[in-house]
T-cell receptor
């Protein structure tokens, strides 16, 4: 079946602009995660959604970052007033329930100029 | 919070040799330990995982071992092939988000 999809695959934006990144999880997966991978680095947790529960936002680096998940499916990660240090690959993963195996999408490469 | 350390950061082996990557974790509440393979320009791919009620798991040329007492787990790849070349990440979780190690770049020389 279809895996996790993300769009756009690449995004170049000017410093100070807002960006929205989209994630379509695997159908039926109730948990959705956002991670960030800076160049040559490991993956850093940002935010986690599980069903109708309040999201775990403990990994968001600043209040410029927010995310929502509509209808328990598609999620959008929004970065306001982008800074150069926001440049990274943003990865989305989904799992069948809390604690399940996480499957990743291909990521969105964000470049802030 | 959880802290995962991974080593080595780079590993070069000859085709056909074995490769071992080791990770340690700090949170005794962690109970799920997956391993991911990441190729250039792609998202991480889950290759094997182990839960805390199991000490070892094997899938063809790949095996993972877990020592809960020492808080460490390892990935073993036997009979390495050039297509095994990639960056490998270990991770740990207590049922929520994953905490990742810093990655190991594996190079298999033909």
């Amino acid at each position: 079946g279809a895996g996790v999809s993300q769009s756009p695959s690449n995004k170049v934006t000017e410093k100070g602009k807002d960006v929205e990144l989209r994630c379509d999880p695997i159908s039926g997966h109730t948990a959705l995660y956002w991670y960030r991978q800076s160049l040559g680095q490991g993956l850093e947790f940002l935010i986690y959604f599980q069903g109708n529960s309040a999201p775990d936002k403990s990994g968001l680096p600043s209040d410029r970052f927010s995310a929502e998940r509509t209808g328990g499916s598609v999620s959008t990660l929004t970065i306001q007033r982008t800074q150069q240090e926001d440049s990274a690959v943003y990865l989305c993963a989904s799992s069948f329930g809390q604690g399940g195996e996480q499957y990743f999408g291909p990521g969105t490469r964000l470049t802030v100029t | 919070g959880e802290n995962v350390e991974q080593h080595p950061s780079t590993l070069s082996v000859q085709e056909g040799d074995s490769a071992v990557i080791k990770c340690t974790y700090s949170d005794s509440a962690s109970n799920y330990f997956p391993w991911y393979k990441q190729e250039l320009g792609k998202g991480p791919q889950l290759i094997i995982d182990i839960r805390s009620n199991v000490g070892e798991k094997k899938d063809q040329r790949i095996a993972v071992t877990l020592n809960k007492t020492a808080k460490h787990f390892s990935l073993h790849i036997t009979e390495t092939q050039p297509e095994d070349s990639a960056v490998y990440f270990c991770a740990a979780s207590n049922g929520r988000a994953l905490t990742f190690g810093s990655g190991t770049r594996l190079q298999v020389q033909p």
